[in-house]
């Protein structure tokens, strides 16, 4: 079955300062996608970035980057420049049998000025 | 950019009543999920629909609880004696094709409260 795996259930990171949150998975299939959501105290989930696994490049959307570690099975987002704004939880998740998304338990990021 | 409605954005209702969750995919999407996220819980997995039927349902999608589109625009989720387990915050999405690599809409969900 497939699984994704948040390790830090609470990160906290100055303002302008870069940080990374981790995301490890497990799955037997060959193609499989990665997302990450993010999720503030009002409640939506907001898309931030994907990664297909046969992508061979990291993805990368304005300041967010997925740092794809296909071997070791880790999808890490990568914040550059944090702003007060990105005060939020943050999900990873997989595209799982027959398209559902699995979610992992998610990390709650706060930045500090 | 365009978005999933949903609502209400709240919705409290005493137990046993039947409550209706109501949500307006993007126009051209053709698949369909409903979400839930208990309070400080991850987001669980509990129905697709694709072609007017059920596709996938999760073990919490049980006999309580029913999907329609009763029209070309509305997709809803009742749920028909609430439990007080059924509080949490509903999200409904949906996604133009199959592929694994779209990225799925959310809605800004319906809270729900059972008393």
């Known amino acids: 079955a497939q699984k994704i795996t948040q390790t830090q259930p609470g990160m906290f990171v100055q303002e302008k300062e870069a940080v990374t949150l981790d995301c490890t998975y497990d799955t037997s299939d060959q193609s499989y996608g990665l997302f990450w959501y993010k999720q503030p105290s009002s409640g939506e989930m907001i898309f931030l970035i994907y990664?297909?696994?046969?992508?061979?490049q990291n993805a990368t959307e304005g300041r967010y980057s997925l740092n794809f570690q296909k071997a070791r099975k880790s999808a890490n987002l990568v914040i550059s420049a944090s702003q007060l704004g990105d005060s939020a939880m943050y999900f990873c998740?997989?595209?799982?049998?027959?398209?559902?998304?699995?979610f992992g338990t998610g990390t709650r990021l706060q930045v500090f000025p | 950019e365009p978005e999933v409605t949903q609502t209400p954005s709240h919705q409290v209702t005493q137990m046993g009543q039947e409550v209706i969750l109501r949500c307006v995919p993007i126009s051209n999407h053709l698949y369909f999920y409903w979400y839930r996220q208990i309070l400080g819980q991850k987001v669980e997995f509990l129905v697709s629909?694709?072609?007017?039927?059920?596709?996938?349902k999760s073990e919490i999608f049980d006999d309580q609880f029913s999907v329609e589109r009763p029209d070309g625009s509305n997709f809803t989720l009742k749920i028909r004696s609430t439990k007080l387990e059924d509080s949490a915050m509903y999200f409904c999405?949906?996604?133009?094709?199959?592929?694994?690599?779209?990225?799925?809409?959310f809605g800004s969900g319906t809270q729900l409260s059972v008393l």
């Open positions: 990664q297909g696994s046969y992508d061979e």
């Open positions: 999405a949906s996604k133009e094709t199959i592929r694994t690599d779209e990225k799925l809409f």
């Open positions: 998740a997989m595209t799982g049998p027959r398209d559902k998304l699995i």
């Open positions: 629909f694709y072609n007017n039927e059920i596709s996938e």
